[in-house]
C-alpha cells in the first residue's frame, strides 16, 4: 500500500510539473503572465527544482539598479546626491568597505565647529584658571 501511494505521488508531481511547464506565472515586479522559460530556474537543498519569482527582464533591470546605485550616495548632512569619491571610506569588523554617511565637505565643516567650540572653551578655562590663580596670589 505504501508502495503504491508513493508511485502515485510521484505519477502526480509528475503531471502537475508538466502542467506547470506550460502555464503562465505573473512576474511580481512587472506583474506580466509570462511562460516559465522567462524565468531562472534553482534547485534548493533538497534537489528540487524551483522558479525565481521575477522574470528574467526584470531581474537584469534590479542588477543594473543595484550596481549603478552603488556608485552614487546621498549625504545625511546637505542631502545632495554624490559619487563615492566624495565619502570616506572604512573597513567594519568583517572587512567590508562602508563608506560614511556624511560628505567629506560636510565632514570638514563639522570637523571646523568642533575646533572653534574647543578653541573657544580652552580660552573660558584658561581665563578662569588665570583669575582664581590671581585671587589665590592676591589673598581675595
Not at 508531481?13 to 503562465?24: F, P, S, V
Not at 566624495?86 to 570637523?111: D, I, L, P
Not at 582664581?132 to 592676591?138: E, G, I, L, P, V
Request: net charge positive.
Amino acid at each position: 500500500m505504501g508502495n503504491l501511494f508513493k508511485c502515485l505521488s510521484n505519477a502526480l508531481k509528475t503531471i502537475l510539473m508538466e502542467k506547470n511547464t506550460t502555464d503562465e506565472v505573473q512576474c511580481i515586479t512587472c506583474k506580466q503572465f509570462l511562460p516559465l522559460s522567462e524565468f531562472r530556474s534553482y534547485k534548493n537543498q533538497s534537489g528540487s527544482i524551483g522558479y525565481r519569482r521575477y522574470c528574467r527582464e526584470c531581474e537584469l533591470k534590479q542588477g543594473r539598479e543595484r550596481y549603478h546605485g552603488k556608485k552614487r550616495m546621498q549625504c545625511n548632512v546637505c542631502k545632495q546626491v554624490l559619487p563615492l569619491s566624495k565619502f570616506r571610506n572604512y573597513k567594519n569588523q568583517s572587512g567590508s568597505v562602508r563608506y560614511r554617511r556624511s560628505c567629506r565637505n560636510c565632514e570638514a565643516k563639522a570637523e571646523y565647529i568642533r575646533c572653534q567650540k574647543r578653541k573657544s572653551q580652552l580660552s573660558q578655562e584658561d581665563n578662569f584658571r588665570f583669575l582664581d590663580f590671581y585671587r589665590k596670589m592676591k589673598g581675595v
